[in-house]
């Protein structure tokens, strides 16, 4: 049997007819920037989020780069994160000339560990950017409660978690702002880049709105050096037709979630920890075994995709050997680094394919 990592053929075909329906609404129209769109989308996912704005832009790391200009943190800055993470979350920081300064991971949910970040912030902090990473929101409450006591903005990189929530509050609405990606592999995926900043500053957000069209407001007059960060309308109009999904498909995931939790009960095989504060969209569903390498080109050979997020913690990666960091820096990263692996999660498998995936790992790990 092949259980490919993901099958966004079969999510596809379910949708197919409305998804080229919405896409030659735009052609028609032929207003290929910007429009009713976008516009409609924003409102939308502003409602999902719990947040009364939302700009969207061309991708989850230029929601991330957005947020950082449009807050005025650059050059002699720091902001706060997890090395243990998609490589923009750093990138980003680096990118309009601040410094990242990584802390430790808590090794149950992967997430950032709140007791390590007091330590770290110095005169030059400007910023915390907590990750939601695999759809599970950090805690938050001692985040925000640092950021207060410091002053500090919170940028929520909540790429994986659009929807998951944290006491109640949704993914985005609980810090500064919120930024979410829409590449194809998300739990709302578009079929490109895409992303989008959500935020309950009404300042901020007519921020973001000029900054992602070049900084100007008027046109061609130019206050600030913004990018072109504009969401292209045909991707608008794919996520609107699966934005009524999000809560559905999420749900089917949280299923096969807890189908694999029950077969790997009482098995060396550590299952995902979900706090009980906490929803969880389970943008992946990460086991952690020893011998995960070889679990890995086992699980390939019999055609069970699998993925390594992350194989190299942020400290370790070449391009931030300038940072000075060493191995052992973090440990908590590095290990799960070492053991982590994301199986097949998406709502279309089926029980046959679960069964196959969870005993196909049973196998090699007996």
């Not at 009713?36 to 230029?62: I, M, W, Y």
């Not at 989008?196 to 709105?209: A, F, Q, R």
Request: overall charge neutral; aromatic content about 10%.
């Amino acid at each position: 049997m092949q259980v490919p990592l993901l099958d966004l053929k079969a999510q596809y075909a379910k949708i197919k007819d409305d998804v080229l329906k919405a896409i030659g609404e735009v052609l028609d129209s032929q207003i290929c920037i910007g429009g009713p769109k976008v516009a409609e989308l924003e409102k939308q996912v502003a409602a999902v989020s719990n947040c009364k704005f939302a700009v969207g832009v061309s991708s989850g790391t230029d929601a991330l780069l957005a947020s950082l200009m449009s807050l005025d943190i650059g050059s002699g800055d720091e902001v706060i994160t997890t090395p243990f993470t998609f490589f923009a979350t750093a990138g980003c920081i680096t990118r309009v000339g601040a410094k990242p300064v990584f802390v430790d991971i808590d090794p149950k949910t992967y997430n950032i560990n709140p007791l390590l970040i007091e330590k770290a912030i110095t005169k030059n902090t400007k910023a915390i950017m907590p990750v939601h990473l695999f759809g599970q929101m950090a805690d938050m409450d001692p985040v925000m409660d640092i950021a207060g006591k410091h002053n500090l903005y919170v940028i929520e990189d909540a790429a994986q978690s659009i929807s998951s929530t944290y006491k109640g509050k949704k993914a985005g609405s609980v810090g500064t702002c919120g930024c979410f990606s829409f590449f194809p592999s998300k739990n709302l995926g578009g079929i490109g880049d895409g992303g989008m900043v959500v935020t309950n500053d009404e300042k901020l957000y007519h921020m973001l709105y000029i900054m992602r069209n070049h900084g100007s407001e008027p046109k061609y007059y130019h206050k600030f050096i913004g990018g072109n960060f504009r969401l292209d309308p045909i991707q608008a109009a794919a996520l609107l037709v699966k934005l009524p999904y999000l809560d559905e498909w999420s749900q089917a995931r949280r299923k096969n979630a807890e189908y694999y939790n029950k077969k790997f009960s009482g098995t060396v095989v550590e299952t995902p920890f979900i706090s009980k504060d906490c929803v969880t969209i389970y943008n992946q569903y990460v086991i952690k075994v020893s011998h995960r390498d070889n679990l890995m080109e086992y699980l390939k050979k019999q055609n069970v995709g699998c993925e390594i997020y992350y194989p190299v913690p942020m400290h370790l990666q070449e391009c931030f050997k300038y940072l000075g960091f060493k191995k052992g820096d973090f440990p908590e990263s590095e290990k799960a680094a070492k053991e982590v692996l994301a199986l097949p999660v998406y709502p279309e498998l089926t029980d046959e394919m679960k069964t196959f995936v969870s005993e196909t790992i049973l196998k090699f790990v007996k």
